[in-house]
């Protein structure tokens, strides 16, 4: 039996080496070595130029704020679908995951064309005589790109552990004379904590390192790390630099899953 595991995880472990492992490898070698191939660590602490730091600062900044706006939404979204039956359950998480089914870009080109000054919602303001919206090429507009992108990563891990937590432990702390209140914030909150960690972890994650919301939605003005990455390797051809300020974000990365391994040991905020 190990051995036929063996090889029906050669296929997964051949797709790691290839697509995970190798491509890490040389982000590290290329962040830690200069054009001449001599090791250096000047790649890694040009993350504390102005430029590069403000950015930084930037996309941590924005990347809060979408991961509280998302957690502020999805929580109550996540304790009304564990209260729902399963007909209704299936056609609201149809409705959340129906967009997902669209292609990332696609999605984001969607919110440039509906946000932009002459887009169909400033077109709708016009006819109805309102002041017209100007928040295309503004950080708002990236918080809502990504709290409109990241939002059913949060969801999910929410509602799975919610709907992992015991009835009967609810009903012994009303039995007790625990009001909603007390039983939300004694019992549903701490219980939920797994859910709440994963669900951070997965929309902070990709909205600190995006660079395709910003672009489209910022309009080049507002510069998120992940787009002078982008730039370094794409315009710039600086593949030594670009790799050192994405093992930075790497950092973040690590600390992130080192933080989810803490608080949700068993996996209770899984979303699968």
Not at 179 to 205: A, D, E, R, W, Y
Request: charged letters at 10%.
């Amino acid at each position: 039996m190990k051995s036929k595991s063996k090889l029906l995880a050669a296929p997964y472990t051949l797709w790691s080496a290839l697509f995970i492992i190798i491509p890490l490898c040389m982000i590290i070698y290329y962040g830690v070595t200069d054009k001449t191939g001599a090791f250096t660590l000047e790649n890694i602490t040009a993350i504390a130029s102005i430029g590069h730091a403000r950015a930084l600062w930037r996309s941590i900044l924005l990347s809060i704020i979408s991961t509280v706006l998302c957690f502020v939404l999805a929580y109550p979204l996540a304790m009304i679908l564990t209260n729902m039956k399963g007909g209704q359950y299936g056609f609201i998480i149809l409705i959340f995951i129906l967009p997902m089914w669209m292609n990332f870009l696609l999605r984001t080109l969607a919110w440039q064309t509906l946000l932009e000054k002459r887009g169909v919602i400033n077109s709708i303001l016009s006819f109805l005589g309102l002041p017209n919206m100007h928040i295309i090429n503004t950080p708002y507009a990236i918080i809502l790109g990504m709290v409109y992108n990241f939002l059913p990563f949060m969801v999910l891990p929410l509602y799975n552990a919610l709907s992992k937590i015991d009835e009967n432990v609810i009903n012994a702390a009303k039995d007790l004379g625990a009001n909603k209140i007390q039983t939300f914030f004694h019992v549903i909150l701490p219980l939920s904590v797994p859910g709440i960690i994963s669900g951070i972890t997965m929309v902070f994650v990709p909205a600190l390192t995006t660079f395709v919301i910003s672009t489209l939605l910022g309009g080049s003005k507002v510069l998120l790390i992940g787009d002078v990455i982008e730039q370094e390797f794409t315009q710039a051809s600086n593949w030594h630099l670009g790799s050192g300020l994405s093992i930075i974000l790497m950092v973040f990365i690590i600390i992130n899953m080192i933080i989810t391994s803490l608080f949700d040991k068993e996996g209770t905020g899984s979303v699968l």
